[in-house]
């Protein structure tokens, strides 16, 4: 029976210039709200694990987790915690919808697309012991086995939503802006971008009605605009802000995702004005027309030039968002960038290496060309560089990014619009400063790693062979008279690979632990170690390696521990104490292939 329904949306551990932010996405929120209406207890939570609250969590019947790429590494890691409590876990989310094999190593269920429409009809299914053969979008094993069943092809009508419940998101203190969802789809294709491939070109929106019903209940609160274009249509666009006009709703402000052809109409830079907008988020991308043209923009500087300024005119701040990296992009690129936002005064930028997101032709085109460094997704957070560039090393991506970034909050420009769009311009460049510097210092270790990961070839190195006496237990009495701990570790593109086979035991343990330590370098990026043939004494034996391996955990950034799936090793590497809710700093990697 499925009653208790906990949803999460993890936050990455790495850090990086806008982890402050904490502005839920609308899924869950929009998925707990239709649960809630049919007789379910629902909870939301939103975190890295280490924040979470895990007596609540691991009291309930069935556990949602929302991820986007950079967060997928946290959302594995709480999915495989749960799991290993017999919590049954369904995953989703835009990640979750192009790489579904992956993530169903480590969740029961995949839910691919939007999923509006088939979150509730499995948990229902689930409730009934059904499988869900028949519900679109819906990834599982079945006899080892993926399935993946046929993607929905009925767009959701998004009339049809609910308002979401925020109350239902435990986040222990208010949100300072309110996210507000009018419409999905964007009618463009950037070939970086992930939105067209998850909710399609063709432009859906709520009416007009329920937007301004749904803001009326907001008072005097900051709104954000998700939308991934709010002015696609710019005919709709002035329909609703006419309407809050109208109807008096009396916002703080609001901001919105725009494009730089909104800057060309006056009538909706009037009414953006008039009915409250603060800020605008523009994806201007670059100021290389080469790179412009292969990120299929469809604009030019001079209209990046035309946009900042006419949003000025109206009062509005504009916050640039540009992408470094393209094949056209040298490290001149990114120096006059940062120049140029500065000369035309944009408020606040957001200067990030391009990211080759799952879902987009980018990914396609860099994977096959073989420039792809890494597959930790945790470092696709738009902070890291992750390919190897074509006119410049990755190295140089990282630290000319780092610098641009600093060029423009510097102490010489954030006063700079004060008398163009005021004081608070000058805080958000404050606080870009602080940043800034933070996340270069926490992030010196990452050039030397991008050094490693382009070491192409793995190199199998065999360390050790050791004898155990077989001895007296329920276990040992299974095993034969000598059995051999095999301990294997290779290297490829900067991750360690450690393959354990045998037998532990107290003795040979502390003999594991003592030639691991000596073998790991100083600074172990990633760490994946294979147990899936290993076999322990006793239960005990089983909770100190266990412990041992969160130990290793807070030497090395990223840990993967791949058990078996099926019987008991899962719950040997975690202990059998329903008490012990502390989330390891491990991902537990159920293999069932």
């Given at each position: 029976m499925v009653k208790r329904i906990v949803l999460i949306e993890p936050q990455?551990?790495?850090?990086?210039?806008?982890?402050?932010?904490?502005?839920?996405?609308?899924?869950?929120?929009l998925l707990?709200?239709?649960l809630q209406a049919a007789g379910y207890s629902v909870s939301i939570y939103m975190g890295p694990g280490s924040s979470l609250p895990w007596p609540k969590i691991v009291a309930a019947d069935l556990a949602g987790i929302s991820t986007?790429?950079?967060?997928?590494?946290?959302?594995?890691?709480?999915?495989?915690?749960?799991?290993?409590?017999?919590?049954?876990?369904?995953?989703?989310?835009?990640?979750?919808?192009?790489m579904p094999d992956e993530a169903l190593q480590y969740a029961d269920f995949v839910l691919r697309g939007e999923a509006d429409l088939t979150f509730l009809p499995l948990i229902k299914a689930l409730g009934e012991g059904t499988t869900p053969d028949d519900i679109p979008g819906v990834s599982f094993r079945r006899d080892g086995q993926a399935v993946h069943n046929p993607s929905c092809l009925q767009s959701v009508e998004l009339d049809r939503l609910p308002i979401p419940n925020l109350t239902l998101l435990k986040l222990g203190r208010p949100l300072r802006s309110i996210p507000v969802m009018t419409s999905r789809g964007c009618p463009f294709n950037c070939t970086f971008c992930s939105v067209t491939a998850m909710f399609g070109r063709r432009y859906r929106f709520r009416s007009t009605e329920k937007v301004l019903k749904e803001l009326a209940a907001y008072g005097r609160r900051s709104v954000f605009f998700c939308d991934d274009n709010f002015t696609a249509n710019p005919r709709r666009s002035k329909e609703l802000l006419q309407g809050m006009r109208d109807y008096k709703i009396g916002l703080k402000g609001w901001g919105a995702q725009v494009r730089v052809d909104a800057a060309q109409d006056d009538e909706l830079l009037d009414l953006m004005r008039r009915s409250g907008a603060k800020i605008v988020y523009i994806g201007l991308e670059s100021i290389n027309p080469a790179t412009l043209e292969s990120y299929n923009k469809q604009q030019s500087v001079a209209d990046i030039d035309s946009c900042v300024r006419r949003f000025h005119d109206y009062g509005i701040r504009v916050h640039g968002m540009f992408v470094f990296g393209s094949d056209s992009d040298t490290v001149q690129t990114i120096r006059d960038t940062a120049e140029f936002a500065l000369e035309t005064r944009i408020d606040s930028v957001q200067f990030l290496t391009l990211t080759p997101l799952p879902g987009t032709p980018l990914f396609e085109q860099l994977e096959a060309e073989g420039r792809l460094l890494t597959r930790d997704w945790e470092l696709y957070d738009g902070h890291h560089a992750v390919f190897q560039p074509a006119l410049m090393t990755p190295e140089q991506l990282q630290e000319e990014t780092i610098k641009a970034f600093k060029r423009f909050y510097s102490f010489n420009h954030i006063f700079q619009n004060v008398f163009l769009t005021g004081w608070s311009t000058s805080l958000y460049r404050g606080v870009g400063w602080w940043l800034v510097r933070h996340f270069e210092r926490q992030n010196r270790w990452y050039p030397q790693t991008l050094k490693q990961m382009r070491q192409v070839n793995p190199r199998p190195v065999p360390l050790l062979y050791r004898l155990v006496k077989g001895r007296q237990g329920s276990l040992a009495a299974n095993l034969t008279a000598e059995s051999?701990?095999?301990?294997?570790?290779?290297?490829?593109?900067g991750v360690l690979y450690l393959r354990l086979r045998g037998f532990i035991d107290r003795l040979n343990l502390k003999e594991l632990i003592r030639t691991v330590q000596g073998l790991l370098p100083r600074r172990c990026f990633h760490l994946v170690v294979n147990t899936e043939g290993l076999r322990f004494s006793s239960e005990q034996a089983a909770l100190r390696f266990s412990r041992y391996l969160n130990r290793l955990g807070e030497r090395v950034r990223r840990l993967q521990v791949v058990v078996s799936g099926e019987g008991e090793p899962k719950k040997n590497m975690l202990g059998k104490?329903?008490?012990?809710?502390?989330?390891?700093?491990?991902?537990?990697?159920?293999n069932k292939r």
């Open positions: 990455s551990k790495e850090d990086h210039v806008y982890k402050n932010v904490r502005m839920p996405r609308l899924g869950l929120p707990g709200t239709q986007t790429t950079s967060t997928s590494r946290e959302a594995y890691r709480i999915a495989g915690f749960l799991r290993s409590r017999g919590i049954p876990v369904v995953l989703g989310g835009i990640h979750a919808t192009f051999v701990l095999k301990v294997y570790l290779a290297e490829n593109k104490k329903r008490r012990r809710f502390k989330l390891p700093r491990f991902e537990l990697l159920l």
